[in-house]
Nanobody, 125 residues
Framework: QVQLVESGGGLVQAGGSLRLSCAAS????????MGWFRQAPGKEREFVAG????????FNADSVKGRFTISRDNAKNMVYLQMNSLKPEDTAVYYC??????????????????WGQGTQVTVSS
């Protein structure tokens, strides 16, 4: 059992930056690959970025490639999403997710076992 809590969302102007944080419970954080997903009203939950348990490998969705960076600090049980050059279409609830099997990340939300409650990111034009 892993509990995830996101923070760092808020209102930001287009072109600005935000850093989302996800705090995880437990003593086996590195045993989980982590991901960030987002969901806007009326849309499916979509993959944003993923990272393996060790942090050695990351993968970003095309929509955020070059703008967002996922990272983790296993000593602090934290995963982050640095979001730069934000666009109005980035507006969504952002979710932190964890999956068993730390060696591989996934862009499929069905592969993830644990989810946070989400944090709202709103980007104004």
């Amino acid at each position: 059992q892993v509990q995830l809590v996101e923070s760092g969302g808020g209102l930001v102007q287009a072109g600005g930056s935000l850093r989302l944080s996800c705090a995880a419970s437990g003593r086996t954080f590195s045993a989980y690959a982590m991901g960030w997903f987002r969901q806007a009203p009326g849309k499916e939950r979509e993959f944003v970025a993923g990272i393996t348990g060790s942090g050695a490998s990351t993968f970003n969705a095309d929509s955020v490639k070059g703008r967002f960076t996922i990272s983790r600090d296993n000593a602090k049980n934290m995963v982050y999403l640095q979001m730069n050059s934000l666009k109005p279409e980035d507006t969504a609830v952002y979710y932190c997710a964890g999956k068993r099997q730390s060696l591989y990340s996934s862009m499929n939300p069905r592969d993830y076992d644990y989810w946070g409650q989400g944090t709202q990111v709103t980007v104004s034009s």
